[in-house]
């Protein structure tokens, strides 16, 4: 009413007296008495203005008429490739982006204004603008042409958004978002404000009880008690002061129709795949961002999971060792941290300790060469006498692994005997020899007068290990 220039004024019956403006008195008359209450409108014999009524109606019907909803249209050049468009906006670091099909149509928007006061000690003030595809809810950026007044003139027909509320709801989403840095800036100065208040009070009234007691005078507990109040009441009176309110008041509502163009894009890798809607406006040609399986914030980077959801870079889990990723509602199923190194792994890099059942990447879980057993660092133990390693079961309290504990006599003219002494300097005069196998290594023990000599040779028969001693074998 104010907008189009009537005056209401309350009466003391609880109704409203109306003056319309002139240029609505040949629909209005010249005033009207309105009540929002039915015992109102009886005792004040006004008319009843509730949702149904005649009265209210014809005020819908004046104000959608009006500039406060009117309807624009925006005429843009169309025929954008759409794969370049989604190239331009949203990158797939580990998929492929297919468009599969686009459709350009003209599709009705719609522009919130709104008008935003955060409120501490201090006031500011901020016009929002918020542009939503009224089918989608999408949100575009609001660019200076949508803001134009030579745009308001009125299409013939009235294209509203099918769902008003929720393009509301939506804009109320899109404004919390866009004011949230406002908001944490001004509460993070009127916080230290009330931090360096506080601080002074508190100052304050410690020092005057402490003058209190020095001086000794009467009753100081009673004077204590006073100063006590105060200072919660100051402390009080500080964090009201400070204290954080926001407003926001929709100023206006437009239509504009805009050329659009809605594509089914395919994002898919060798792992994964899924397919989403995505649109742009022939004007900011933005296509929207998809939003995060994870966190479910609007991301221009995403990364597809195996199992086909998309994750923003924050969600983004990925296998320390190959190429998959999952997001990071899979990542609890689909890696694992090594339990030693804490690298996250995927079912194909993660390996699970036979004993101790925890899992570990291929750098630290061990394969037993005796019983092929997989297991962790805590579950490896060396052999005292060949100084590899196995499972801590193949490997006896007396420190001797199992092939070590049953080495076979073998003449010395065996092919490892000969292989292993074929070096310069390797003991020739050396007739007792024991040997032991396993699925990695061979041990040879020569058994000398004085000395005993250990070879160890890997598959290949090369020398990993050589050693010469006295009592090698005891034990
Ligand atoms: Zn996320
Ligand atoms: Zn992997
Ligand atoms: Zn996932
Ligand atoms: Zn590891
Ligand atoms: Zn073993
Ligand atoms: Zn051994």
Redesign the pocket.
């Known amino acids: 009413m104010e907008a189009i220039g009537a005056t209401a004024r309350p009466l003391p019956t609880g109704a409203l007296a109306v003056q319309w403006p002139p240029t609505h008195v040949g629909r209005f008359g010249p005033a009207t008495k309105l009540a929002f209450d039915p015992i109102v409108a009886d005792a004040a014999k006004a008319e009843l203005c509730v949702v149904g009524s005649d009265i209210l109606d014809r005020i819908l019907a004046d104000a959608s008429g009006r500039g406060f909803h009117c309807v624009a249209r925006i005429d843009a050049e169309g025929g954008h490739p759409p794969a370049d468009v989604l190239a331009a906006n949203l990158t797939f670091p580990n998929a492929r982006a297919t468009v599969l099909a686009a459709e350009e149509g003209v599709v009705p928007y719609a522009l919130f204004n709104f008008r935003v006061t955060l409120e501490t000690d201090e006031k500011v003030e901020l016009l929002r603008t918020v542009l939503l595809n009224a089918e989608t809810m999408q949100e575009h950026t609001a660019s200076e042409i949508f803001l134009q007044e030579s745009l308001t003139l009125p299409e013939e027909a009235i294209v509203g958004p099918s769902d008003l509320a929720a393009a509301y709801r939506a804009a109320c989403a899109a404004l919390e978002r866009s004011i949230e840095p406002d908001v944490a800036a001004i509460r993070a100065k009127a916080g230290a404000l009330l931090a360096d208040d506080l601080r002074r009070i508190e100052a304050f009234y410690d020092t005057s009880i402490q003058e209190l007691y020095d001086s000794r005078r009467q009753a100081p507990l009673e004077a204590e008690r006073v100063f006590r109040a105060e200072r919660d009441r100051r402390t009080e009176e500080a964090r009201r002061r400070y204290a954080f309110t926001a407003k926001a008041r929709l100023v206006n509502v437009r239509t504009i129709l805009i050329p659009t163009t809605t594509m089914r894009v395919r994002v898919e890798n060798g792992r994964g795949a899924t397919e989403m809607a995505l649109e742009f406006d022939s004007v900011n040609l933005e296509t929207n961002r998809p939003s995060c399986h994870g966190c479910g914030s609007l991301a221009a980077a995403i990364h597809l999971c195996s199992r086909g959801h998309l994750a923003c870079d924050a969600c983004r889990r990925g296998c320390a060792f190959c190429d998959e990723v999952a997001c990071a509602k899979c990542a609890p199923d689909a890696l694992a941290a090594c339990a030693a190194c804490v690298k996250p792994a995927c079912p194909d890099h993660a390996f699970i300790d036979e004993i101790g059942r925890k899992p570990y990447c291929a750098d630290h879980i061990h394969a037993c060469a005796i019983c092929g057993r997989m297991v962790g660092p805590p579950y490896v133990r060396a052999?005292g006498?060949?100084g590899?390693s196995y499972c801590a079961v193949d490997v006896e309290e007396s420190g001797?692994?199992t092939?070590?504990r049953t080495l076979v006599a073998v003449p010395a003219t065996h092919g490892d005997v000969v292989r292993a002494t074929a070096e310069k300097g390797a003991p020739k005069n050396v007739t007792k020899w024991v040997r032991g196998k396993n699925g990695r290594y061979t041990?040879l023990v020569g058994k000398g007068a004085i000395f005993q000599y250990l070879y160890v040779l890997d598959k290949e028969g090369a020398t990993v290990q050589r050693r010469k001693g006295t009592g090698l074998l005891r034990g």
Do not use: N
């Open positions: 052999c006498l060949c590899q001797r692994c092939t070590c041990v």
